[in-house]
T-cell receptor, first 113, second 114 residues
Framework: GENVEQHPSTLSVQEGDSAVIKCTYS??????FPWYKQELGKRPQLIID?????GEKKDQRIAVTLNKTAKHFSLHITETQPEDSAVYFC????????????FGPGTSLSVIP | EPEVTQTPSHQVTQMGQEVILRCVPI?????FYWYRQILGQKVEFLVS????????KSEIFDDQFSVERPDGSNFTLKIRSTKLEDSAMYFC????????????FGSGTQLSVL
């Protein structure tokens, strides 16, 4: 089955700097890669997603890149703000199993004012 | 914006007792899910449900677990005989359809098994 790894597990950046979180997946048939943000004590919320037929997607300060050959994808946050502090989870959905989203272990991002 | 709602927000139970966690998915969504998150760990898939039957389940979802959609709005997770290791935050989620895998999560039920 699909296995998603994520690095780093914790990340601290100064406000205004960029943050990059990297994920790898094992199932080459996976075709959908969402990123969820979870603030302390709250529900995970989708912030951006990318499908396997696209290499890059951007939404304001957030971008995601996908390298299908290497089976890795990354989240890039530019001009970080204190409200970006949260745990970020990458995830993958196997093409053969649309109903199962497999999450990575999470990255705790702290943006220092 | 429509939200997935879950009740109760907290549930404390004794080991061996049965618990039922309740969820009301977004009204026009067709796919429903339960995930759990042990404190400080990742979100783990339990089960997905479509057209009144289970479509996928994980190794965690053993015979102690069951799901049901007893009416047109509620979606429940039952744990028949709770164990200490069932203590976790349980999230319900829903999505519009199979091709649209964006999950909308509820606010969760924190289950504590004593």
């Amino acid at each position: 089955g699909e296995n998603v790894e994520q690095h780093p597990s914790t990340l601290s950046v100064q406000e205004g700097d960029s943050a990059v979180i990297k994920c790898t997946y094992s199932d080459s048939a996976s075709n959908y890669f969402p990123w969820y943000k979870q603030e302390l004590g709250k529900r995970p919320q989708l912030i951006i997603d990318i499908r396997s037929n696209v290499g890059e997607k951007k939404d304001q300060r957030i971008a995601v890149t996908l390298n299908k050959t290497a089976k890795h994808f990354s989240l890039h946050i530019t001009e970080t703000q204190p409200e970006d502090s949260a745990v970020y989870f990458c995830a993958a959905t196997p093409k053969t199993s649309y109903d199962k989203v497999i999450f990575g272990p999470g990255t705790s991002l702290s943006v220092i004012p | 914006e429509p939200e997935v709602t879950q009740t109760p927000s907290h549930q404390v139970t004794q080991m061996g007792q049965e618990v039922i966690l309740r969820c009301v998915p977004i009204s026009n969504h067709l796919y429903f899910y339960w995930y759990r998150q042990i404190l400080g760990q990742k979100v783990e898939f339990l089960v997905s449900f479509y057209n009144n039957e289970i479509s996928e389940k994980s190794e965690i979802f053993d015979d102690q677990f069951s799901v049901e959609r007893p009416d047109g709005s509620n979606f429940t997770l039952k744990i028949r005989s709770t164990k200490l290791e069932d203590s976790a935050m349980y999230f319900c989620a829903s999505s519009r359809d199979r091709g649209d895998e964006k999950l909308f999560f509820g606010s969760g039920t924190q289950l504590s098994v004593l």
